[in-house]
């Protein structure tokens, strides 16, 4: 588990993350998204132990994570820029692994061969981008993290390897409740990996949601009453995101559950109702019009 409490962080004067409280539980996957200095890689910096906040505590697992030796032999951060040694072969990394994870394993090690089919004799630093992403993760999932820290980790994969890797993260969510906190700027690249969801900016989470929930609680319905006048009476009993107007016909995303929702609204007399799908992108973009902000100036 991992518990971030009222963290700031500046460099010079500028607060790359402020005052932030986040937690993420065991075996959960949890998707930090931000636009470009939001503050995303100063935070997961810090969660991981390798820079400390000026302010505020974090800890996995009950412990203070920076240069906390015991935390960082169970936590692996792939950072956006990833530094292997100069002139090492892939197989030389992965000795250094096994040096410092004592949960180092070979076996997996091998069977992961199957899945990146990278020559272990190759010297990595001659590997293309996406492929020496993909040694991180091989070297990473070697290690059975209980912790993995993603800074961007889509960028450079082609398709068929971004599946790849989704899938060997469930399996280890799956089968040894390992904890994922992965950043982006792109909720569509990571909306299926993820069971919760943090928007950063300003070095603060402005909206932080349960994926579940959020696709369960948040309602995209049509209708047209066949009195306008009893419009304001109907829109008054429900919690309204976003409302449009095209003619007599209402567009409204509304919160809520789903069935009281349909009982206050086929209460009216109606000429149409319709309750369609939500994206996960449109939830947020009206969840965030309905704390005051513009998506568009977040996210992409
Ligand atoms: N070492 C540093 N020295 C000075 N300023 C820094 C340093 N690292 C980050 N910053 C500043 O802190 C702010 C947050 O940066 P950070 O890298 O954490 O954002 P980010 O959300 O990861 O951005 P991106 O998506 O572009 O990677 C930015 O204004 C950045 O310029």
Request: aromatic share 6%; proline share 3%; glycine share 4%.
């Given at each position: 588990?991992?518990?971030?409490?009222s963290?700031?962080?500046?460099?010079?004067?500028?607060?790359?993350?402020?005052?932030?409280?986040?937690?993420?539980?065991?075996?959960?996957?949890?998707?930090?998204?931000?636009?470009?200095?939001?503050?995303?890689?100063?935070?997961?910096?810090?969660?991981?132990?390798?820079?400390?906040?000026?302010?505020?505590?974090?800890?996995?697992?009950?412990?203070?994570?920076?240069?906390?030796?015991?935390?960082?032999?169970?936590?692996?951060?792939?950072?956006?820029?990833?530094?292997?040694?100069?002139?090492?072969?892939?197989?030389?990394?992965?000795?250094?692994?096994?040096?410092?994870?004592?949960?180092?394993?070979?076996?997996?090690?091998?069977?992961?061969?199957?899945?990146?089919?990278?020559?272990?004799?190759r010297?990595?630093?001659?590997?293309?981008?996406?492929?020496?992403?993909?040694?991180?993760?091989?070297?990473?999932?070697?290690?059975?993290?209980?912790?993995?820290?993603?800074?961007e980790?889509?960028?450079?994969?082609?398709?068929?390897?971004?599946?790849?890797?989704?899938?060997?993260?469930?399996?280890?969510?799956?089968?040894?409740?390992?904890?994922?906190?992965?950043?982006?700027h792109?909720?569509?690249?990571?909306?299926?990996?993820?069971?919760?969801?943090?928007?950063?900016?300003?070095?603060?989470?402005?909206?932080?949601?349960?994926i579940?929930?959020?696709?369960?609680?948040?309602?995209?319905?049509?209708?047209?009453?066949?009195?306008?006048?009893?419009?304001?009476?109907?829109?008054n009993?429900?919690h309204?995101?976003?409302?449009?107007?095209?003619?007599?016909?209402?567009?409204?995303?509304?919160k809520?559950?789903?069935?009281?929702?349909r009982?206050i609204?086929?209460?009216?007399?109606?000429?149409?109702?319709?309750?369609?799908?939500?994206t996960?992108?449109?939830?947020?973009?009206?969840?965030?019009?309905?704390?005051?902000?513009?998506?568009?100036?977040?996210?992409?």
């Amino acid at each position: 588990m991992i518990e971030v409490h009222s963290v700031s962080k500046a460099y010079n004067k500028h607060k790359a993350v402020n005052e932030l409280s986040l937690s993420v539980t065991k075996g959960s996957i949890y998707g930090l998204l931000g636009s470009n200095g939001a503050g995303k890689t100063s935070l997961l910096k810090m969660i991981a132990g390798i820079n400390r906040p000026d302010k505020g505590t974090i800890k996995i697992d009950q412990q203070p994570s920076y240069e906390n030796v015991a935390i960082k032999e169970r936590v692996i951060f792939i950072p956006d820029v990833i530094y292997f040694f100069p002139q090492a072969t892939v197989a030389q990394m992965a000795s250094q692994y096994r040096k410092y994870y004592p949960n180092w394993n070979q076996e997996r090690f091998n069977q992961l061969a199957n899945a990146f089919s990278i020559d272990v004799n190759r010297k990595v630093h001659r590997l293309s981008k996406g492929m020496k992403r993909q040694v991180a993760f091989w070297l990473a999932l070697s290690t059975l993290p209980d912790v993995l820290i993603l800074d961007e980790p889509i960028d450079g994969l082609d398709p068929v390897m971004r599946k790849k890797i989704k899938n060997l993260l469930f399996q280890d969510v799956a089968e040894r409740e390992m904890t994922v906190l992965v950043s982006s700027h792109n909720l569509r690249e990571i909306e299926d990996l993820c069971d919760h969801v943090g928007i950063m900016h300003d070095g603060q989470i402005i909206i932080e949601k349960e994926i579940d929930d959020l696709k369960t609680d948040t309602h995209k319905i049509q209708i047209a009453l066949s009195d306008p006048t009893h419009e304001e009476h109907l829109l008054n009993q429900l919690h309204i995101l976003h409302q449009e107007k095209r003619g007599s016909i209402l567009l409204l995303i509304v919160k809520g559950n789903e069935e009281k929702i349909r009982k206050i609204i086929q209460s009216t007399e109606l000429l149409l109702f319709d309750l369609l799908p939500l994206t996960l992108e449109e939830i947020f973009i009206y969840e965030m019009e309905d704390i005051g902000y513009e998506i568009e100036k977040i996210l992409l």
